[in-house]
């Protein structure tokens, strides 16, 4: 089983920064993509960010230029900085992690961006 934990959400004025954590733990297959995706209130969940193992990564259109992914493989760890947020940011940031043995979530963690 893998376990999933974030961290660094918070209340953050328009053009802010944060910086947010998710640290995997468990049996974890080498091969895998991590990344976060977002819900707000009413809205479907929608995919942020990814990075494999590898180093590839994806972004969301409405991110670009604002958000950037990065992973420590040795700690088993996936971080997403936040910068010139928006309000429309503001929602439930969830950590995921996909591998052949199966697709993880974390608790979730609030971002919310004051205007």
């Known amino acids: 089983q893998v376990q999933l934990v974030e961290s660094g959400g918070g209340l953050v004025q328009a053009g802010g920064s944060l910086r947010l954590s998710c640290a995997a733990s468990?049996?974890?297959?080498?091969?895998?993509?991590m990344g976060w995706y977002r819900q707000a209130p009413g809205k479907q969940r929608e995919l942020v960010a990814t990075?494999?193992?590898?180093?590839?990564?994806n972004y969301a259109e409405s991110v670009k230029g604002r958000f950037t992914i990065s992973r420590d493989n040795a700690k088993n760890t996936v971080y997403l900085e936040m910068n010139s947020l928006k309000p429309e940011d503001t929602a439930a940031y969830y950590c995921?992690?996909?591998?052949?043995?199966?697709?993880?979530w974390g608790q979730g963690t609030q971002v919310t961006v004051s205007s």
């Open positions: 995921r992690l996909a591998a052949v043995e199966g697709v993880y």
């Open positions: 468990g049996r974890i297959f080498r091969l895998n993509v």
């Open positions: 990075i494999t193992n590898g180093g590839t990564i």
